[in-house]
């Protein structure tokens, strides 16, 4: 690998060479100098005859010299430089605590060649064996039925407490479910109340649940148990929600194995509730929202891993970058 030098050194080559240019420029101009005295002198003992081309071709050898002592000299700088033996301890410690090793010649430089991965990507035996022709079956790996009955269970609890007469079937759960996978994929952006327009709703939603079944469930949809959640949350900020968060992970990793491409980032739920949580990310396009560590494959963008930011990592040891714990 070629060497490099450092910035000090780099200095003192470029000082040399000005003042080799300086001396070698001096010297011509001491010989300039005797060659003028001598014409003087020679003006005072004989009367030489000249033309002008003759003076004109006098002074182009002369700068054809000057520039043939400048070049040699910085050529000669250029050939120090190459041949200085440097000191083979030249590794660099960063203020991050990053260590820059210097390579020897011929030494691979990429470090995915030197990883080893000899596991096959793609689904798992358990969801190979689990899984049949429908789609849904494929969801319910995923989101299986224990986290629907979660959802129905709570949400139960939460309506009886107005109306003891209401009460939800894990079908009606799913069905919302279904009407939240349509409205995110054909109509996104409209009011939830227009999707059951006859003018300008969709005829898929209509047939799927009705509007008033849909707003009641929005209304009373819990994912944990109202009445022991203020002794969790002093322990647990996501105590809301993190049976079925952890679940779903669980369910992620044990359906799907990766290949060796990995990405960890940041991803920002949209949200304006009021929750101690909320962050503000002004390079976001929806500005607040829940934000949650993601580790995903880079080709199938297959969520394995995550957990959400609830404020100060209180435990990250202090010296410890936010990176480096967020991948530990």
Same mark, same amino acid.
């Given at each position: 690998?070629?060497?490099?030098?450092?910035?000090?050194?780099?200095?003192?080559?470029?000082?040399?060479?000005?003042?080799?240019?300086?001396?070698?420029?001096?010297?011509?101009?001491?010989?300039?100098?005797?060659?003028?005295?001598?014409?003087?002198?020679?003006?005072?003992?004989?009367?030489?005859?000249?033309? *002008? !081309?003759?003076?004109?071709?006098?002074?182009?050898?002369?700068?054809?010299?000057?520039?043939?002592?400048?070049?040699?000299?910085?050529?000669?700088?250029?050939?120090?430089?190459?041949?200085?033996?440097? !000191?083979?301890?030249?590794?660099?410690?960063?203020?991050? *605590?990053?260590?820059?090793?210097?390579?020897?010649?011929?030494?691979?430089?990429?470090?995915?060649?030197?990883?080893?991965?000899?596991? +096959?990507?793609?689904?798992?035996?358990?969801?190979?064996?689990?899984?049949?022709?429908?789609?849904?079956?494929?969801?319910?790996?995923?989101?299986?039925?224990?986290?629907?009955?979660?959802?129905?269970?709570?949400?139960?609890?939460?309506?009886?407490?107005?109306?003891?007469?209401?009460?939800?079937?894990?079908?009606?759960?799913?069905?919302?479910?279904?009407?939240?996978?349509?409205? *995110?994929?054909?109509?996104?952006?409209?009011?939830?109340?227009?999707?059951?327009?006859?003018?300008?709703?969709?005829?898929?939603?209509?047939?799927?649940?009705? /509007?008033?079944?849909?707003? +009641?469930?929005?209304?009373?949809?819990?994912?944990?148990?109202?009445?022991? /959640?203020?002794?969790?949350?002093?322990?647990?900020?996501?105590?809301?929600?993190?049976?079925?968060?952890?679940?779903?992970?669980?369910?992620?990793?044990?359906?799907?194995?990766?290949?060796?491409?990995?990405?960890?980032?940041?991803?920002?739920?949209?949200?304006?509730?009021?929750?101690?949580?909320?962050?503000?990310?002004?390079?976001?396009? !929806?500005?607040?929202?829940?934000?949650?560590?993601?580790?995903?494959?880079?080709?199938?963008?297959?969520?394995?891993?995550?957990?959400?930011?609830? *404020?100060?990592?209180?435990?990250?040891?202090?010296?410890?970058?936010?990176?480096?714990?967020?991948?530990?």
């Amino acid at each position: 690998m070629p060497t490099r030098l450092s910035a000090k050194k780099a200095l003192e080559f470029l000082r040399n060479a000005d003042d080799t240019q300086s001396v070698t420029s001096d010297q011509n101009d001491d010989d300039f100098a005797d060659v003028d005295d001598s014409e003087d002198n020679s003006d005072n003992e004989f009367e030489v005859c000249s033309d *002008g !081309d003759d003076d004109v071709e006098n002074d182009d050898d002369e700068d054809d010299e000057v520039e043939r002592h400048i070049d040699e000299s910085i050529e000669s700088v250029i050939q120090n430089a190459i041949q200085i033996d440097f !000191d083979s301890n030249l590794d660099k410690s960063s203020r991050s *605590g990053v260590i820059w090793t210097v390579l020897k010649n011929f030494e691979e430089t990429k470090i995915r060649k030197k990883i080893t991965y000899n596991e +096959k990507a793609g689904p798992t035996t358990y969801a190979a064996r689990n899984a049949d022709s429908t789609m849904l079956s494929c969801f319910l790996l995923i989101f299986d039925l224990t986290m629907i009955r979660t959802i129905m269970n709570c949400s139960n609890s939460n309506a009886r407490n107005e109306d003891p007469n209401i009460s939800f079937t894990e079908e009606d759960i799913l069905a919302f479910i279904g009407v939240l996978f349509c409205r *995110g994929y054909m109509c996104p952006n409209t009011p939830v109340k227009e999707m059951w327009s006859k003018l300008y709703g969709i005829r898929l939603v209509s047939n799927i649940m009705s /509007r008033n079944k849909f707003l +009641k469930i929005i209304r009373y949809l819990r994912f944990d148990e109202k009445s022991t /959640r203020c002794t969790r949350v002093m322990n647990d900020k996501f105590c809301m929600i993190r049976e079925l968060w952890d679940r779903f992970i669980k369910n992620s990793q044990a359906c799907y194995v990766p290949n060796q491409h990995l990405t960890v980032d940041e991803q920002l739920l949209p949200s304006k509730t009021r929750c101690s949580f909320i962050q503000y990310m002004p390079n976001k396009p !929806d500005k607040f929202g829940i934000k949650s560590w993601i580790l995903s494959e880079v080709k199938s963008k297959y969520t394995l891993n995550g957990f959400p930011y609830l *404020g100060k990592d209180t435990d990250r040891p202090e010296n410890q970058l936010q990176g480096e714990y967020v991948v530990h």
